[in-house]
């Protein structure tokens, strides 16, 4: 089961699994749907079953600042929900999705009861956390189509030769998700044909896929002289 492999419940013993899901809901979210709003109580810790999920929070100017997007076996939610703070962040279905809900309280209580499950709190807390800095590190240290680039490389399941991709969710996402601007996302695209890369519709096509990896570690300085 997707959730018992889930960062979350990995480590966690198997009778605490069990408990934890059978006191937990599974929901539907169509695309669009919000699953929670910023600023409410955070009361349920969510594990994506399918599809994919945003997370976002609306700056002061209005704009929409995408955080993070979740998909399959991801969970979010866990440390604000174990503070009973409020979500810092909206989140909405990206695509139609399914989540798994699991209420605060039934997790805490688990805690108190084995409090080495507490350690799956602190790998999902490390994972986010990690993540966070891996997408500063992208922001400072590669250019729009490094980006893209190796979010495109990602969705590879090979390290070699060609490969096509369907792009997960659609492109005004992707652009939020990578600290683009939809029209920079456009522009990225066009950079990346000379690096074997063609887009059709919903689906990326990679001539070379260790080529396009080259150009990601590309030196930043060297990409960006190229570029102006």
């Given at each position: 089961m997707i959730a018992r492999k889930s960062l979350l419940l990995a480590?966690?013993?198997?009778?605490?699994?069990?408990?934890?899901?059978?006191?937990?809901r599974t929901r539907e979210f169509e695309r669009g749907a919000t699953v929670f709003l910023q600023g409410e109580r955070a009361a349920a810790i969510y594990i994506v079953v399918e599809g994919w999920v945003k997370l976002f929070r609306i700056a002061p100017s209005g704009a929409e600042v995408v955080v993070g997007v979740f998909t399959k076996g991801r969970s979010?939610?866990?440390?604000?929900?174990?503070?009973?703070?409020?979500?810092?962040v909206s989140a909405e279905a990206?695509?139609?999705?399914?989540?798994?809900?699991?209420?605060?309280?039934?997790f805490l209580r688990m805690i108190t009861a084995q409090?080495?499950?507490?350690?799956?709190?602190l790998s999902a807390t490390f994972a986010h956390l990690h993540n966070l800095v891996f997408q500063v590190e992208q922001l400072k240290a590669q250019t729009g189509a490094q980006r893209?680039?190796?979010?495109l490389l990602d969705l590879c399941d090979r390290t070699e030769g060609s490969c096509s991709v369907i792009l997960p969710y659609d492109k005004a996402l992707i652009a939020g998700r990578l600290g683009l601007k939809?029209?920079?996302?456009?522009?990225?695209?066009?950079?990346?044909?000379?690096?074997?890369?063609?887009?059709q519709g919903n689906q990326a096509?990679?001539?070379?896929v260790a080529s396009l990896s080259e150009y990601v570690r590309e030196?930043?300085?060297l990409s960006w002289s190229r570029n102006a």
């Open positions: 480590s966690a013993p198997e009778d605490v699994c069990d408990t934890i899901l059978k006191e937990s979010f939610g866990e440390a604000v929900a174990f503070r009973n703070d409020v979500y810092p990206a695509t139609d999705c399914t989540l798994i809900r699991i209420e605060a309280d039934v409090p080495e499950i507490a350690v799956s709190i893209v680039a190796e979010f939809p029209e920079s996302l456009s522009r990225a695209f066009v950079r990346l044909r000379e690096h074997g890369v063609s887009i096509q990679i001539k070379d030196d930043t300085a």
